[in-house]
Every structure is written in C-alpha cells, then in structure tokens.
C-alpha cells in the first residue's frame, strides 16, 4: 500500500516537509539529503523517508546542532551509535549552558545598566551609554 508521502515533487514534498524548495536544494548540496535520480525526460520524486530526513535536521537545528553536528548524526541514524550520539549530545549540552551562563551575565549588566538609567538625575550622562563608550567600565566585565 502506497502512502501519501511516496512519490512527491520537489514541491509537495518541501510542503510535507514544512520548508519551502530552496531549504531542500540547500540540504542536498550540503550532502545532508540525497537528491534522486532523475528519470529521462521526469522529474525527480522523493518518498516518505526524505520526509522525515527533513524533519529530522530541522528538529536537530531546533535543538541547536550545527548543519556538520547534524551531518553526523544522520550518519548515526541507524540507531546502533547510541555512545556516540550521546557524546554529541553532551557536547552541544555545555554548549547551551555556556551560552545560558553568559545570557544571565548579559542580562545582569543590561539590568543594572538599565537600572543607572532610570535612576540619573539631571543632565548627568546617560549611563548606558557611558558605558558603552568606555567611560565606566561594566560590572560583570565577563559578559563581552
């Protein structure tokens, strides 16, 4: 029995998918979806697998892996390289919470720089922008 996912064009399939065309063109240069072959005087037709080949990098980009960490893991796809998507995994975990970490220092900084703000008084100069000129070094100067 053939399912509604066999046998697309390249544009019902990219609507299936949820991208648009130049979104599967672009994963087929980066070697991230193969490209069917092209039947003389046809057009290339893609199935229910590409679909969820799609669907699978963007769920990865969503979680934060790069189109070469991406690569690697649909390398792994077959299920048996559980240790070493699990060290990919791990990775782009630190990752996140280095980039959380270095959120929450921004935003302590922004906080207060935003607190100087509302708190000058008279035609003292902007804090904020003080600041970002060097004037007054920012507290927390890890948040660069």
Known sequence: MQTIFENLTIGVFAKAAGVN???????????????PDKPYGSIRRYGEADVTRVRFVKSAQRLGFSLDE??????????????EASHLAEHKLQDVREKIADLARMETVLSELVRACHARKGNVSCPLIASLQGEKEISNSGAE
């Not at 065309?21 to 490209?35: C, D, H, M, N």
């Not at 991406?70 to 240790?83: M, S």
Request: glycine content about 6%; hydrophobic content about 35%.
């Open 21 to 35: 065309v130049e979104t599967i063109r672009f994963y087929q240069r980066k070697g991230l979806l193969p490209e």
């Open 70 to 83: 991406i690569a690697e893991l649909l390398r792994l796809d077959d299920g048996t390289h559980c240790d």
